[in-house]
């Protein structure tokens, strides 16, 4: 018994033993410290708490109870819960919805929140002089047209087709037969409303000095496109809303082109074959 008592006390007298037995202890500490920081963390914070307020105030259509706030926000850490077990075990993965609605939110950090909140004048002044076809006036046409009724002897389009050809080869619409008519400065809505959508379109599509043939109800039409007059430039301040829109819409496409530029910077893409 003697001789363990002075055992032991010469092991409690040796430095080495006080350096294992401190670091021992530092170790159980760190372990415990980590596991308690390893520990994942929902957080309730303001803002969280002002959304479902406002959620609940909306559906209620009054102030929520303090009652029905905590419940809301007990609801709340449950679907985050399971939102982030979910995400951990992949099971967003190769879900089409999901993957869409990622993407969406990219877009709109991405291309929503560097630009200024409105374009001064200049700036849409600028844009309207980049691009002045969009912001003019509606274009015109002349046209010629010389209608030709159905007989009953017109088992198909035959006679159609030759007076068609025959005024291809410069023949003069007024003495080919028909009824002959002309227009000058006729818009798109003022042709269809006029003659009908089919012509219209007909006009739209023929290069100027062309002829087409058009049926219609009761024989054809047979068209030619005479002249076109484009559109006059609107005064700014008529188009100012739409330089606007147009102005955020170019701002926001050109900066996603140029997150989508950065990001196959970053990431390799491989395909098959």
Do not use: C
């Not at 760190?30 to 708490?49: C, K, L, N, Q």
């Amino acid at each position: 018994m003697v001789a363990e008592r002075g055992l032991l006390r010469r092991l409690l007298s040796e430095p080495l033993l006080h350096f294992a037995v401190l670091g021992a202890a530092v170790f159980a500490l760190g372990r415990a410290t980590s596991a308690e920081s390893d520990v994942p963390t929902v957080t309730v914070d303001a803002a969280v708490v002002e959304r479902i307020q406002t959620a609940l105030r909306d559906k209620l259509g009054r102030e929520p109870s303090p009652e029905e706030v905590d419940a809301a926000l007990e609801g709340w850490v449950d679907g985050e819960l399971l939102y982030r077990e979910g995400l951990a075990m992949g099971l967003d993965r190769d879900d089409p919805l999901v993957r869409q609605r990622v993407i969406q939110k990219m877009e709109y950090v991405g291309t929503n929140l560097d630009l200024p909140p409105e374009p001064d004048e200049d700036t849409l002044r600028a844009f309207l002089a980049e691009h002045p076809e969009r912001y003019a006036g509606t274009p015109r046409h002349d046209f010629t047209i010389v209608t030709l009724l159905r007989g009953p002897e017109d088992a198909d389009d035959s006679r159609a087709q030759a007076l068609l050809q025959q005024l291809r080869e410069g023949a003069d619409p007024k003495a080919v037969g028909g009824r002959h008519a002309s227009g000058r400065l006729y818009t798109a809505a003022n042709l269809a409303g006029t003659y009908g959508p089919e012509l219209a379109a007909a006009v739209g599509e023929l290069p100027v000095g062309e002829w087409g043939l058009v049926p219609m109800a009761q024989g054809w039409s047979l068209v030619r496109h005479d002249a076109e007059h484009p559109g006059q430039a609107l005064p700014f301040e008529q188009v100012r809303n739409r330089l606007q829109l147009d102005w955020k819409s170019y701002q926001r496409s050109s900066a996603r082109r140029e997150l989508l530029d950065e990001l196959r910077a970053r990431y390799r893409v491989e395909r098959p074959g």
